[in-house]
């Protein structure tokens, strides 16, 4: 599913994220940048040890919630890997909504300051920070259309939805969207 805002377009597919053909790839990183399992541990498996060479070595003060760095990409296709941490879900009331959008925007923001064309995220904080899906969506979706709304780059963002139920949560945020 895709949706056009001026000259960008936002896409939805399944996939790895790790796998994808495109300038930046968006990890669901740690406050410490220390790597983990889910989308972090496929990243840094696949992109090799040059990834968090380079993270220490630039960031060593690590990232705060809601915010992002980049790297090179190691060995992945991508040429960057942007590193946003988003909030471990509390229940909601520790300002979680707030901090996921500005960790999507942070990433919008290094995208295009790095020139990228095109960008795919995963769903940041859904998975062990156990954000709700459907919640999720909406913000991250908001987010990267309100950019793309007012800066039209990068020209592609595309996420990357690892299972049934995320594509399901996204597709029906998306449509949302476009009413
Ligand atoms: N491609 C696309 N999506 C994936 C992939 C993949 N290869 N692997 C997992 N996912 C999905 C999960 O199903 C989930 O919906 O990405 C979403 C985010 O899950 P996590 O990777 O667990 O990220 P997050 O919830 O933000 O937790 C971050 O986990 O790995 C650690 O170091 C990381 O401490 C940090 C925490």
Redesign the pocket.
């Known amino acids: 599913m895709q949706l056009r805002i001026g000259a960008s377009s936002i896409e939805l597919v399944p ?4 796998e994808q053909q495109v300038d930046a790839i968006v990890n ?3 406050g410490r940048l ?9 990243i840094q498996r696949k992109g090799g040890p040059t990834i968090m060479q380079e993270t220490d070595q630039r960031y060593p003060g690590g990232c705060q919630t809601g915010s992002a760095v980049i790297s090179r990409a190691g060995n992945l296709p991508a040429k960057y890997v942007i590193h946003a941490v ?1 909030p471990i879900w509390s229940g909601g009331n520790l300002g979680e909504d707030g901090l996921l959008a500005s960790a999507f925007r942070s990433a919008m923001e290094l995208a295009a300051e790095h020139g990228c064309e095109s960008v795919a995220f ?10 709700p ?1 459907d919640e999720a969506a909406d913000i991250a979706l908001e987010a990267v259309a309100g950019f793309l709304r007012k800066y039209d780059q990068p020209m592609l963002v595309r996420f ?4 049934g139920p ?1 594509l399901a949560a996204f597709t029906n945020a998306l449509e949302q969207l476009t009413e």
Do not use: M
């Open positions: 996939g790895d994220i790790s669901a990183a740690n220390s790597g983990g399992g889910g989308v972090d541990g496929v988003g995963p769903a940041i904080s859904t998975g062990a920070y156990r954000f899906l990357v939805l690892q299972d995320a």
